[in-house]
């Protein structure tokens, strides 16, 4: 198969809210009250959580098809703790991602504890998220200004 490109473009409604589109989805981004939006939506750290925690499941589901057994149930819980001095301006003693994610996968399988740790080490192999998190990914941010008549 070859390469798969995705996108989403989208427009800031506010200081602290964005509508993006995805394909036909609509994904509505806000921060909380507390870093100055109107908790309308999960934030930008938010979605990265979620997006790991789906990407997961998919995975999680696929590899257990190959691996021949039933994935009844997968629940995923995952936090990630960050500093928000540097997001904020305050300081620049720490970074301003994720200082660690935990994730923890709770699931129920018509399989034995081998099968399932097998199954785990090769969805970690797997996970495209998993894999931007953790490698470095080249990104590059370019500016151009809208002229208005």
Same mark, same amino acid.
């Given at each position: ?53 789906? %990407? ?5 589901? !696929?590899?257990?098809?190959? #691996?021949?057994?039933? $994935?009844? +149930? @997968? ?51 797997? %996970? ?5 998190? !953790?490698?470095?990914?080249? #990104?590059?941010?370019? $500016?151009? +200004? @809208?002229?208005?008549?």
């Amino acid at each position: 198969m070859s390469d798969l490109t995705f996108s989403v473009q989208g427009q800031s409604n506010s200081a602290t809210k964005f509508t993006a589109k995805a394909r036909q989805f609509s994904l509505v981004i806000d921060e909380p009250e507390a870093l100055g939006g109107k908790d309308e939506s999960a934030n930008p750290v938010e979605f990265i959580l979620a997006g790991l925690a789906g %990407c997961l499941n998919v995975v999680g589901h !696929l590899v257990a098809k190959e #691996l021949q057994f039933e $994935l009844r +149930q @997968l629940n995923i819980e995952i936090s990630g703790q960050i500093n928000p001095n540097r997001f904020l301006g305050i300081s620049n003693d720490e970074r301003a991602g994720f200082k660690a994610i935990s994730v923890s996968l709770k699931t129920e399988a018509d399989t034995d504890d081998a099968t399932l740790e097998k199954w785990l080490a090769i969805v970690q192999q797997r %996970c495209p998220v998993k894999d931007n998190l !953790l490698n470095q990914t080249p #990104l590059e941010l370019k $500016l151009e +200004q @809208l002229i208005y008549n």
